[in-house]
């Protein structure tokens, strides 16, 4: 699952400009991990609704602060000793099987957590950039 926020490239780009690539990336660095801890938070707020063990919830991460085709990302993913991210699909999609279709209590939870987090995790972008 992933978010998409509008203008950010737009803002990165400037930096770049303004800074360097090193400056920028050491910056962007020091502005996201911090950031990401809002959808992760909320993401782990929504998935406490549905949890039978914890190990969902016990098995998020977030990845460090990575360049890809020129954007830099941070990523919010499962891995653990219960490979819970094989479930983390099925349970925020739904699945079909035998031709019954199944609606676990997770449905679209991850989802709704991404859109609620994607305006605070914006202002604290920005507010991280503008200091």
């Known amino acids: 699952m992933s978010g998409k ?3 950010f490239d737009d803002m990165m ?4 400009i303004r800074l360097g690539r090193p400056a ?14 809002i959808p992760y938070k909320n993401m782990q707020r929504s998935m406490e609704s549905f949890k039978d063990t914890g190990a969902s919830i016990r098995e998020m991460k977030i990845s460090s602060v990575q360049t890809s085709r020129g954007k830099v990302i941070v990523r919010i ?7 819970r ?8 999609h739904g699945y079909t099987r035998n031709g019954k279709r199944y609606s676990p209590p997770g449905i679209g939870k991850i989802a709704g ?9 914006f202002d604290e972008v920005q507010r991280g950039l503008n200091r």
């Open 5 to 7: 926020i509008t203008g």
């Open 13 to 16: 780009k400037e930096i770049e």
């Open 24 to 37: 920028m990336e050491k910056k962007a660095s020091e502005v996201l991990l911090p950031a990401a801890e």
């Open 77 to 83: 993913y499962w891995q653990g000793p219960r490979d």
């Open 85 to 92: 991210y094989k479930l983390i699909h099925l349970n925020e």
């Open 113 to 121: 957590a991404m859109r609620s987090s994607e305006k605070p995790y």
